[in-house]
Nanobody, 128 residues
Framework: QEQLVESGGDSAQAGGSLTLSCVAS????????MAWFRQAPGKEREGVAS???????TYADTVKGRFTISKDTRKNILYLQMNNLKPEDTAMYYC??????????????????????WGKGTRVTVSS
């Protein structure tokens, strides 16, 4: 049974940093497309950062230069390093993974339906 479990969400001051982790278990293939999405209260889900199977990364314009997505392939853990946090980064953050047949390369931040597996989320709150 595939499972994604996020952690690392917390409260932070504007300008601060947080690192989110997503432990993937039960996947047959370790190298699959993965991504971070977020959803703020009253807003639609937004793609934040993605990493495809070869390791290429893509970022939403709102986080480019501040957030970094990475993966420890051996441990099968996806990370999101968030620096220079802003109050508008406040949201529930979700980790997502695709099936190999649905994604090999490219970014699907605007097509969340590409990702079949989702975690339950971890909350980030940024105060000014």
């Amino acid at each position: 049974q595939e499972q994604l479990v996020e952690s690392g969400g917390d409260s932070a001051q504007a300008g601060g940093s947080l690192t989110l982790s997503c432990v993937a278990s039960g996947f047959i293939y370790r190298d699959v497309c993965m991504a971070w999405f977020r959803q703020a209260p009253g807003k639609e889900r937004e793609g934040v950062a993605s990493r495809d199977t070869p390791g290429f990364t893509t970022y939403a314009d709102t986080v480019k230069g501040r957030f970094t997505i990475s993966k420890d392939t051996r441990k099968n853990i996806l990370y999101l390093q968030m620096n220079n946090l802003k109050p508008e980064d406040t949201a529930m953050y979700y980790c997502a993974a695709a099936e190999p047949e649905d994604c090999y390369s490219g970014s699907f931040l605007d097509a969340p339906q590409t990702y079949k597996h989702w975690g339950k989320g971890t909350r980030v709150t940024v105060s000014s």
